[in-house]
């Protein structure tokens, strides 16, 4: 199916869900972004749609599901999204398909996890060695240029892409730090992906139980001016 034809069967997906919840006027389109997003625009009886083109290859019923959510939604109906589009975009297949195009996608990424001085595959052992991470298959971890941001790290969920701030790559930065940012950022892949809801205290309660130099690390983060 070409570009035409699936931008097509969009349309004709939210123009059908659109039309239930009183939208006569409904267009939708596929669009290329880095993270997967639904962007929309409305009137009194029209609306448009522009979907991240990761979903371009998702079945009808992940088209339909998805449709449906965000009318609900923007009814002020905050309903779960479809089990068929969270099963959809959490299969392997989906992350082995995707991850390369969001890689391709962000700015600034270096891909490489080996720096000057510090490696985050190094990092990456150590926390596994000590019990905190297992295995994440299709993990993704790069250093990223320090572009003046003061977070040091990055990570998406769907895509297992964890990136850390190149200014951490100094052997004035202690290796508990390096491993507290990403642990930091894997917590978010070991928790998994939620769209529905904040999982910001399961995370949080898997840094404060395991990670034992949490404060001196903040500490450290915050004499440089930077924060996890």
């Given at each position: 199916?070409?570009?035409?034809?699936?931008?097509?069967?969009?349309r004709?997906?939210?123009?059908?869900?659109?039309?239930?919840?009183?939208?006569?006027?409904?267009?939708?389109?596929?669009?290329?972004?880095?993270?997967?997003?639904?962007?929309?625009?409305?009137?009194?009886?029209?609306?448009?749609?522009?979907?991240?083109?990761?979903l371009d290859?998702?079945?009808?019923e992940?088209?339909?599901?998805?449709?449906k959510?965000i009318?609900?939604?923007?009814?002020?109906?905050?309903?779960?999204?479809?089990?068929?589009?969270?099963?959809?975009v959490?299969?392997?297949?989906f992350?082995?398909?995707?991850?390369?195009?969001y890689?391709?996608?962000?700015?600034g990424?270096?891909?490489?996890?080996?720096?000057e001085?510090?490696?985050?595959n190094?990092?990456?052992?150590?926390?596994q060695d000590?019990?905190?991470?297992?295995e994440?298959?299709?993990?993704?971890?790069?250093?990223?240029?320090?572009?003046?941001?003061m977070?040091?790290?990055?990570?998406?969920?769907?895509?297992?892409?964890?990136?850390?701030?190149?200014?951490?790559?100094?052997?004035?930065?202690?290796?508990?730090?390096?491993?507290?940012?990403?642990?930091?950022?894997?917590?978010?892949?070991?928790?998994?992906?939620?769209?529905?809801?904040?999982?910001?205290?399961?995370?949080?309660?898997?840094?404060?139980?395991?990670?034992t130099?949490?404060?001196?690390?903040?500490?450290?983060?915050?004499?440089?001016?930077?924060?996890?």
């Amino acid at each position: 199916m070409d570009e035409i034809q699936k931008n097509e069967e969009l349309r004709n997906i939210f123009q059908r869900v659109a039309a239930e919840y009183g939208y006569s006027s409904v267009n939708a389109e596929y669009l290329s972004t880095k993270d997967l997003k639904v962007r929309w625009q409305r009137g009194y009886n029209w609306i448009n749609f522009q979907v991240s083109d990761y979903l371009d290859d998702a079945p009808g019923e992940v088209l339909e599901g998805l449709a449906k959510n965000i009318c609900e939604r923007l009814n002020g109906r905050a309903i779960e999204f479809s089990r068929a589009l969270k099963d959809w975009v959490t299969r392997p297949e989906f992350c082995k398909q995707k991850q390369p195009v969001y890689i391709e996608r962000s700015m600034g990424l270096l891909n490489e996890v080996r720096g000057e001085h510090k490696d985050l595959n190094d990092s990456l052992k150590r926390l596994q060695d000590a019990g905190l991470v297992g295995e994440i298959p299709g993990l993704y971890l790069s250093w990223r240029e320090n572009n003046g941001d003061m977070k040091v790290g990055r990570c998406s969920v769907l895509m297992k892409v964890v990136t850390l701030s190149k200014q951490l790559d100094s052997e004035d930065v202690p290796d508990f730090v390096i491993d507290y940012c990403l642990y930091n950022e894997l917590v978010h892949i070991i928790a998994g992906y939620h769209p529905d809801g904040d999982v910001h205290d399961i995370e949080s309660l898997l840094l404060l139980k395991n990670f034992t130099q949490e404060s001196e690390a903040q500490q450290f983060l915050k004499d440089i001016e930077m924060y996890a």
